[in-house]
C-alpha cells in the first residue's frame, strides 16, 4: 500500500470518528457532508473542511478526485454540508481550479495545501 493510500486508511478508519466530533461542532474549518453510498444506498457522514463561499462551499479534494464521499455526491447530485450548527442544502458540484479556490483558505492551510501539492478543489453550490 502506497504511504497516500495509508493515510487515507487510517484517516477512514480511525482519525475521522474524532474528526466528525470536531465538525459537529461551531469551532474550526470542518463540516460534515451527508451523502448516500452510490452502490450501497447507505446512508454516511464524513468529515471535511469546508470553506464558505458566497454561493456554498470551497472544499479541497486532498487525496484527489477518487474519494467515496465525492464520488457519491456525484452521483447522487447533491448532498448536506453540517457546519457549525447548520445545514446547507448542496444542489450543485463543479471542479474548480487551483487559482480560483486557494484565495477561500485561510493563509496557513493554503501554505499546506500548495506544500502538498493539492490540485484538486470543488465549489459545492447552495440550493436555491
Known sequence: ???PDRVRYL???????LTLRLARSAWGPFAVVYH????????YQTPI??????DGFVVALTYGPEVD????VLAAGGCRIGRHG?????AGVEPLAVQAALPYFPWMERTV???AGTQDFVRLR???
Do not use: D, H
Not at 484517516?11 to 470518528?17: A, E, G, P
Not at 473542511?49 to 458566497?54: E, G, R, V, Y
Not at 447548520?86 to 448542496?90: A, D, K, M, V, Y
Open 113 to 115: 495545501l500548495r506544500l
Open 86 to 90: 447548520r445545514e446547507t442544502l448542496i
Open 69 to 72: 464521499w465525492y464520488r457519491n
Open 126 to 128: 447552495k440550493q436555491e
Open 36 to 43: 448516500v453510498g452510490r452502490r450501497s444506498g447507505r446512508p
Open 1 to 3: 500500500m502506497r504511504f
Open 11 to 17: 484517516n477512514k478508519r480511525y482519525l475521522n470518528r
Open 49 to 54: 473542511i469546508a470553506i464558505p463561499a458566497p
